[in-house]
């Protein structure tokens, strides 16, 4: 089958035209607008060269914001970090794919590539204006989500501790439903997206618990089933002779979708589902509110201050699965690379290796669908292993909310269905997919 086409700006009305054209210098603005904000904070910590810093960082963010409203060339990137010069290999790559002399522009490149590379300008900017080099613009929104997210973290802590006291009077049922259960929770804590939000609050104020039955009908792929059976079989050890399970989740948002998938990693673990859990983040700040390691560990640390009893509990559990290698703490640049997922294995072997390691890899959110199906105009009813192409390194399953047009492995004629009666169902995180491709 042919490969469609890359979404991209250049075909007016679409979301990437309107994520470019709109969403993209909305994120811009308030980047601006937060370093200027933190201008006194710059001053205090380093002097009058910290007010430099910020001049040179607004003029630089400034004048990327220009460049993209008017579509002009994709630049080289110049503050020579580890990736720069695979982001500028990637330009030359993007070069040859265009015809009668035409450069990369931002409406006329693939969507997914110039999200990305704007990222990757913000974090150059700052890198390109010292002392202020390691800040994060987007740590106060990220703050900020957590705690507007706090009364639905105590629920999700809360239940986790009954499910623990009770896990020993449990049979194999009861077990399935759990792991559904904050499978569930974990998929739909992936509409905590501050990106798709433009920066604006869009936290978990309730309990997800008591909402799942009713969000039931908007699962558009439910293969909870195959994830348990792979897993279970492992438990079993009707599949291999090594006692030891690995899951590695690849993660996307901090704030209340990492509390989520924390409690489905420690779930995971009470039911012997997995023996050890490795966490994927990002290595610079990105897409807003993508978990570093920064986040990572703050959030932990949160939970362990938090006042209250269990939330405070977990976490320590949490803490003790970091200390006794329970859970494994892991980044990597190719995160943060424009790259699909099919070219891993040759633009990152080191970590298509490690994930071959693993009995399932379960990736999070919006922007990794779109890496693992190379986001582009898939028809709906695609399998999903076939718009995976060659990328394939383990059992693996995509946990997402629907915030961009792409969506394989639907059943004939929903995805058309949908789009009469709800046009922007694919934009809107309202639905979601539990999409697994075992392995060949």
């Not at 490969?3 to 470019?20: C, Q």
């Not at 020579?80 to 290999?89: A, C, K, V, Y």
């Not at 699965?321 to 703490?329: D, I, M, T």
Request: glycine letters at 4%; a negative charge; one cysteine or more.
């Amino acid at each position: 089958m042919e490969t469609p086409d890359s979404l991209s700006a250049k075909f007016e009305g679409s979301f990437a035209y309107f994520t470019v054209k709109d969403r993209l210098p909305q994120i811009l603005t308030k980047v601006i607008d937060t370093v200027h904000r933190n201008k006194n904070k710059f001053l205090e910590e380093y002097g009058e060269e910290g007010i430099e810093a910020e001049k040179k960082a607004l003029s630089f963010f400034s004048k990327l914001r220009n460049e993209m409203q008017t579509d002009k060339p994709i630049l080289p990137i110049t503050d020579n970090q580890p990736d720069t010069t695979i982001w500028n290999q990637y330009l030359k790559y993007q070069e040859t794919l265009l015809c009668n002399g035409e450069q990369p522009s931002w409406f006329k490149s693939p969507w997914l590539y110039v999200e990305c590379y704007l990222y990757r300008r913000i974090q150059e900017g700052l890198m390109l204006s010292p002392p202020i080099c390691m800040y994060d613009v987007f740590k106060e929104a990220k703050d900020e989500s957590f705690f507007q997210s706090q009364p639905a973290m105590l629920a999700l802590c809360t239940h986790l501790h009954e499910l623990k006291r009770n896990i020993d009077t449990m049979n194999k049922d009861q077990y399935q439903k759990e792991f559904f259960r904050l499978l569930q929770v974990s998929l739909w804590g992936n509409k905590c997206d501050l990106s798709i939000s433009g920066g604006v609050d869009n936290s978990q104020k309730s309990s997800l618990l008591s909402a799942l039955e009713s969000l039931k009908p908007f699962i558009l792929v439910d293969n909870m089933e195959s994830l348990w059976n792979t897993l279970s079989k492992s438990r079993d050890g009707s599949t291999k002779k090594d006692p030891s399970i690995r899951v590695d989740i690849v993660l996307d948002n901090a704030g209340f979708e990492l509390v989520t998938d924390f409690v489905l990693a420690d779930t995971m673990l009470s039911l012997k589902l997995a023996t050890e859990v490795h966490f994927h983040a990002k290595c610079i700040p990105w897409f807003v509110s993508d978990t570093t390691k920064h986040d990572f560990n703050w959030t932990i640390q949160q939970c362990l201050a938090a006042n209250h009893k269990w939330m405070s509990k977990c976490g320590q559990m949490w803490k003790e699965n970091l200390q006794k290698g329970r859970w494994v703490y892991h980044e990597h640049l190719f995160w943060t690379l424009p790259h699909e997922y099919c070219s891993m294995a040759d633009a990152a072997p080191d970590l298509y290796t490690e994930l071959q390691k693993s009995d399932l890899v379960l990736f999070k959110g919006d922007l990794n669908y779109r890496k693992l199906t190379g986001d582009r105009k898939w028809a709906f009813t695609v399998p999903f292993s076939q718009a995976l192409t060659t990328f394939h390194p383990a059992p693996l399953c995509s946990i997402r909310t629907l915030k961009a047009d792409v969506q394989v492995g639907l059943q004939p004629n929903i995805g058309e269905q949908l789009t009469v009666s709800e046009p922007d169902w694919m934009t809107s995180g309202k639905y979601g997919v539990i999409q697994f491709s075992p392995m060949v």
